[in-house]
């Protein structure tokens, strides 16, 4: 079945205790990306990769990094969580044209104290 | 810069009703627009997406929306409303048309449907 998989699904954790959220996905898709939900603010790209080893920032990209060494994951660091990085993240990916939708993963719940 | 703005964040329909969830794109040039669908405790799904063929776009579950240049809009409709289509929707925009292009989400539009 072709799907995006995120994990974890939920995450609860303390101010400054580095976390990775990971991102895969099993379509061969070249282009991937990170957002955040948060109400009232729809979504917001985090960052975003048009290939291995290729990345580049989206709109609100303090606070993250990320890396591509593989195709097929692209994972999410967050090496000194803040409260205000409580959101729901999602990844997604699609085919490197513009004009391909893109597949979005189940969503990560992350609470920040 | 590209945006979408989708004004309002919730309208609530009767079953059987028409859907009517509206879309407005700022771009020099037509970009790619997408409406996206959100259901409870899910990620995204794309409902339809317009690339420069047709204007009017007919997507999953009923839905369909029409291009319309001269007013910079492309607005979600459905005939009849279901009570399976509670749901935030998101419009979207990916402009220019270009590898490195990226995509520009409203803030959501939350539907209910009322019995």
């Given at each position: 079945e072709a799907q995006v998989t995120q994990n974890p699904r939920?995450?609860?954790?303390v101010t400054g205790k580095k976390l990775t959220v990971t991102c895969s996905q099993n379509m061969n898709h070249e282009y991937m990306s990170w957002y955040r939900q948060d109400p009232g603010l729809?979504?917001?790209?985090?960052?975003?990769?048009m290939n291995v080893e290729v990345t580049d920032k989206g709109d609100v990209p303090e606070g993250y990094k990320v890396s591509r060494?593989?195709?097929?994951?692209?994972?999410?660091?967050?090496?000194?969580?803040s409260p205000n990085q409580t959101s729901l993240y999602f990844?997604?990916?699609?085919?490197?044209?513009?004009?391909?939708?893109?597949?979005?993963?189940?969503?990560?719940?992350?609470t920040v104290t | 810069a590209q945006s979408v703005t989708q004004l309002g964040s919730?309208?609530?329909?009767?079953?059987?009703?028409?859907?009517?969830?509206?879309?407005?794109?700022?771009?020099s040039v037509p970009p790619y627009l997408f409406w996206y669908v959100q259901y409870p405790n899910q990620g995204l799904q794309l409902l339809l997406k317009y690339t420069s063929a047709a204007t009017l776009v007919k997507g999953i579950n009923g839905f369909e929306a029409e291009f319309k240049k001269s007013e910079t809009s492309f607005h979600l409709t459905k005939p009849s409303?279901?009570?399976s289509d509670a749901?935030?929707?998101?419009?979207a925009v990916r402009y220019p048309r270009g590898a490195n292009s990226k995509l520009t989400f409203g803030k959501g539009i939350t539907l209910s449907v009322r019995p």
């Open positions: 939920y995450l609860i954790t729809g979504l917001r790209q985090i960052y975003y990769s060494k593989e195709k097929r994951n692209f994972p999410l660091i967050l090496e000194s969580p990844c997604a990916s699609s085919l490197g044209s513009p004009s391909y939708e893109q597949y979005f993963g189940p969503g990560t719940r992350l | 919730h309208v609530s329909v009767s079953e059987g009703a028409l859907v009517l969830l509206r879309c407005n794109y700022s771009s409303a279901h009570m749901a935030e929707y998101f419009c």
